[in-house]
């Protein structure tokens, strides 16, 4: 169920993407004008990729590919680790394992899963832009780039398998590897050197260390690279080899590193259920709150950066715009309104995880402990929802924060107390997804998982990037993050923002309702 959604929705999304650009940049002068700003910029390259010719493909190749290779990395992490040490976890690998079949059975299967998924995302991916009228050689090059980037990342979910003992530290590891081979390549093309044309880029070395640089070396509608595609191929047999040899080196439900034992005795905080939704997840707050304040450090000081390279440019200045849902004022305060919409998304993304931990301490059993004694089930979910409402709003006035210094640092006259303003008022669209979390926990908990960030990735593409993809406004208006006003350049409207409360409210309500009636499910 989970990898139709992967696939067809990226296809769908890619699509979108690159009949949008054919609207927007018909000829390759229009395309040459976006540009030329952007390679200017070392952030804007850190951010979206280098620029590998003026084509409309070229340009689809500037927009889109960076982003979907990322959706790709995390099927394909997902994938590896839900079928290799979930099932150990679960007790399935246990259960499977004591038919007629080899130690190293599961993880075979969870590879050749892997490769048939990615299989089909690059065919798929190919057929989708060959739809949209884009050249048949780039085309099949983004295929061919999205099917072996994929398949790097799932030698590295193989690994981690095998290293940690828990899925949710497999997946942390996976994630984590995704974000720094994404800031790998970032800073190689940042540091690359614009060809004659004032418009190529050639990438630095530092690009090449990074699997998801691998994929964007393959050149798609520029001058295709056909040779780069055995670099992440062998990557992946490296990796899977690695992981063969691990299997027998650890027991069954063992990791190569342990899990680290608590204290002897309990703290008195966790004589509550706050205070175990709080040590279960105080890392989870840690490691989002870190990487949104850094984030928005960064973004603040590119805020005179922008402006300075794309004042003259009306290209990116619209495409920024279309990042801001729509919005139109100076331009430094529509880059700003962007990059909160993209705080928002941040916020729900960290509500969606804290949230999930129910499932995982259903399923795990761990839940039925903790209902065993006085505590009922709706102080049960509200003491993680606690954790989600007041983490997604410090995380946002963090976020804010940050990037008003940010900005301060580099002499801008955006004030903190505004950015910090404008990234809080991302907080109702962010608990809006958090209560659809709560209902499909409650209403589907075998589900959930999928739904949960199903449910976040549709928010996205027909929110933030909705505008930027083309698609109708009442497609748009499914997503909570459409209803918010692209603040700094637009005034924040209370109706709005009460009318995402209320939703948010109502599906928090009922999926506690939902709750309260169903059995606990493992």
Partial sequence: ?????????????????????????????????????????????????????????????????????????????FLVVRHTRQNEETGRAELIGSAAIGRHAALAAALTHAVIANVLMGLLSTLALLGAGLPAAGSVAWGAASLVTGLSFAGIAALAAQVFSTARAANGFAAASIGVAYF?????????????????????WVAWLSPLGWGEQ??????????????????????????????????LGAGLVPARLGPPAAAPSLLSPTGLAWRLQRGTVFGWLIGG???????????????????????????????????????????????????????AGFAVQVLLRLRSEETAGTAEAVLATATGRIR????????????????????????????????????????????????????????????????????????????????????????????????????????????PVADPRALPLIALAVVAVALTVGGLALFRRRDLTT
């Fill in 1 to 77: 169920m989970q990898l139709p959604i992967w696939i067809v929705g990226a296809m769908l999304l890619l699509y979108a993407g690159a009949a949008a650009v054919k609207d927007e940049f018909p000829t390759e002068a229009d395309a040459a004008t976006a540009l030329k700003g952007a390679v200017t910029s070392p952030a804007v390259l850190l951010m979206r990729g280098i620029p590998v010719g003026v084509t409309q493909g070229a340009l689809v190749n500037f927009r889109n590919l960076a982003s979907l290779l990322v959706l790709v990395a995390l099927m394909s992490t």
């Fill in 184 to 204: 790998l390549r970032g800073v190689g093309d940042a540091l690359g050197d614009i060809g004659p044309d004032g418009i190529k880029v050639t990438s630095s």
């Fill in 218 to 251: 393959v050149r798609p509608y520029g001058a295709e690279r056909w040779w780069v595609l055995i670099l992440p191929l062998l990557f992946f047999a490296v990796c899977a080899a690695g992981a063969y040899a691990l299997v027998n080196r650890r027991d």
């Fill in 293 to 347: 304040v850094v984030f928005g450090y960064g973004i603040g000081t590119l805020g005179n950066t922008v402006n300075d390279a794309f004042e003259e440019n009306k290209g990116v200045a619209d495409l920024m715009g279309q990042l801001a849902g729509g919005a139109s004022g100076g331009l430094v305060d529509v880059f700003y309104a962007a990059m909160m919409a993209v705080f928002g998304v941040l916020a």
């Fill in 380 to 487: 049960w979910v509200a003491s993680h929802l606690v954790i989600a409402v007041v983490g997604a709003a410090v995380l946002l006035v963090a976020s804010g924060l940050a990037m008003g210094l940010g900005d301060l640092s580099t002499g801008g006259q955006t004030s903190v107390g505004t950015l910090a303003g404008a990234a809080l008022v991302q907080l109702p669209a962010a608990l809006t997804v958090a209560g659809f979390v709560v209902l499909a926990f409650g209403a589907l908990p075998r589900i959930s998982v999928a739904l949960a960030w199903a449910g976040l990735v549709v928010s996205i593409a027909f929110g933030m990037l909705g505008d930027l993809f083309g698609l109708p406004q009442a497609v748009r208006d499914i997503s909570p993050f459409s209803h918010v006003p692209a603040v």
